[in-house]
């Protein structure tokens, strides 16, 4: 594992301003390391229902946060990595916007599609903490009603852990690097820190 890639804590910046310009790596986790989302199977990430919800509010973040866009991400069995870039087209390293994945329609039991912020006041661009705190938000609402409609697997207090961590992707590449790492996690499950199948000795 690449620490200096995959930080198992928070490295927030005191006085950075987290609605500035960039990209970040985010790692959200499940509470207690719950697998809710799928299971690795010959190295690569099968989403459950559960996981192609979260899957696809992930990639609406675009759709609900002008100015943002999101880039390289996975969904693991309980939790995620995603590369967020915010302000995007305003002077970004141009590999940032190279290729983004397309937008898809927001999740709901009824098929219906939602393009507002969770809060009620539509579309908008904010910190790095509103758009990871609204998709919380959104999964733990729609994994609620997965929970009661359709029986899913249910979770202890909270979907997700408190807080999240990320990483100021500061140049081409770390940035490649990070990539690299998102899109190669599923083959390393074995050895993964999440994996609760790692802390039994």
Known sequence: MNKEIHH???????????????AYFITICAQDRACLFGEIVNGEMQYNDAGKMV??????????????????????????????????GAGLVPALIDNLPTPV???????S?????????GRFSRTVGDVVGGF??????????GVKNHQWSSFRARLWQRNYYEHIIRNET????????????????????????????
């Open 8 to 22: 198992r804590r928070s490295i927030r910046l005191k006085g950075y301003d987290y609605s500035q310009n960039g």
């Open 55 to 88: 899957q696809s509010l992930w990639q609406n973040i675009p759709e609900n946060y002008d100015g943002v866009q999101i880039d390289e991400f996975i969904i693991m069995p309980n939790h995620l990595h995603g590369i967020i870039v915010l302000n995007v």
């Open 105 to 111: 329609d927001n999740f709901s039991n009824n098929g």
């Open 113 to 121: 599609t939602t393009r507002v912020d969770p809060t009620g006041g």
């Open 136 to 145: 919380k938000s959104r999964a733990t609402v729609e994994y609620i009603r």
């Open 174 to 201: 770390t940035l490649y690097d990070i990539r690299d790492y998102i899109i190669n996690n599923p083959k390393k499950w074995a050895l993964d820190r999440e994996n609760p199948a790692f802390h039994i000795s």
